[in-house]
């Protein structure tokens, strides 16, 4: 397999308005979104990579092929299939989960089989349990990150070990701590994202060291209590980074990173049924992610603007979000 890296880094809208005094700074979330699309669009490469970021070129396809669900722009549709041809061109059938769920919702908007062909093959061919053995060996965060997206990809192709994939996500989501694992919320959000997408949230069990007596039903609630409501506490309407809601560290801080908030976000969205709905959580939290997006689609990777570093992907990430 690949090299795996490791990914950097109840609230109403009244409420999000009177705890977010930069609110009125946010581009609209229709403006945001084109703002980053369109600076996507121009700053791709020839070859349909992103500079310095080919590992990276998975998730900011997702969010273009997103962004064009949306949008309707032929140019985002376009940036998507050129993303997704240098993946099957570098990829020369190993991928990536990101990677794999790119080429899977880009049969989805082109209605060209190629893409999932390609991913139905791969799963076909891998040896799927010693690929999944092999993430023991990096950051638990990141495990999950890459098998959640391979779940939904799998899932989506059809693929025969698709409940595999699903299983191995509950298995590593079960190990999920503040004390083991880099970005604890964000594993949650992305694996209850998967999870919901990929069978039910069940009364299915995860492995109580870590999580005590919760269950897959349970997760979607688990995140909302991550989501920062006071002001005093950290970025309001944003999520925080770790289950205690401490920094990681001293250069840390505890809430307000982008990927935490849109994994975070996705999951609530995922997760939302008309018995159980998240709808003003998700919007106040959408919100916030329009903090940090310059007019010129330019994306730092906290939500306050111009702080921390710019990275295409974080725009692609957000792109998922704003839905």
């Known amino acids: 397999m690949k090299n795996v890296r490791l990914i950097t880094c109840t609230i109403s809208v009244m409420l999000f308005v009177v705890f977010a005094p930069n609110a009125a700074m946010a581009l609209p979330i229709k ?7 369109d600076r996507l669009v121009a700053e791709q490469a020839p070859d349909g990579s992103w500079p310095e970021e080919a590992d990276y070129v998975g998730s900011i396809v997702v969010g273009m092929a997103r962004a064009y669900e949306v949008v309707g722009k032929d140019e985002y549709k376009t940036a998507a299939e050129l993303g997704g041809n240098f993946i099957l ?20 908007i082109t209605g060209d089989t190629a893409y999932a062909d390609a991913v139905r093959q791969f799963y076909l ?42 299983q191995a996500l509950i298995e590593y989501l079960s190990l999920i ?27 299915t069990k995860l492995d109580p060291f870590y999580w005590g007596d919760v269950a897959l039903s349970d997760l979607p609630d688990i995140l909302l209590s991550h989501l920062v409501i006071s002001p005093t ?17 001293e250069d840390f801080k505890a809430s307000g990173y982008i990927e935490d908030t849109v994994f975070a976000l996705l999951g609530l969205m995922a997760a939302t049924t008309s018995e159980k709905n998240f709808y003003e959580e998700i919007l106040g939290a959408q919100v916030m992610l329009c903090l940090p997006i310059r007019s010129d689609g330019i994306v730092y ?23």
């Open 31 to 37: 403006q945001a979104r084109e703002a980053i699309a």
């Open 89 to 108: 061109k570098i990829g020369e059938g190993n991928f990536y989960g990101d990677e794999a769920y790119a080429l899977a919702l880009l049969t989805e």
């Open 125 to 166: 061919l891998v040896d799927t349990y010693a690929y999944i053995r092999a993430y023991q060996e990096t950051d638990r965060s990141n495990a999950v990150f890459y098998i959640a997206h391979h779940a939904v990809a799998a899932h989506k192709v059809e693929a025969t070990n698709a409940g595999v994939w699903r």
């Open 177 to 203: 701590s503040d004390d083991v694992a880099y970005y604890p919320v964000m594993s949650l959000g992305v694996a209850t994202w998967a999870l919901a997408q990929t069978g039910p949230l069940d009364d």
């Open 233 to 249: 506490e950290g970025l309001a309407g944003t999520f925080y980074h770790r289950f205690d809601h401490t920094p990681a560290g």
């Open 301 to 323: 990777e906290r939500i306050i603007e111009s702080v921390g570093e710019s990275y295409h992907v974080f725009g692609g990430d957000i792109l998922r979000a704003l839905r």
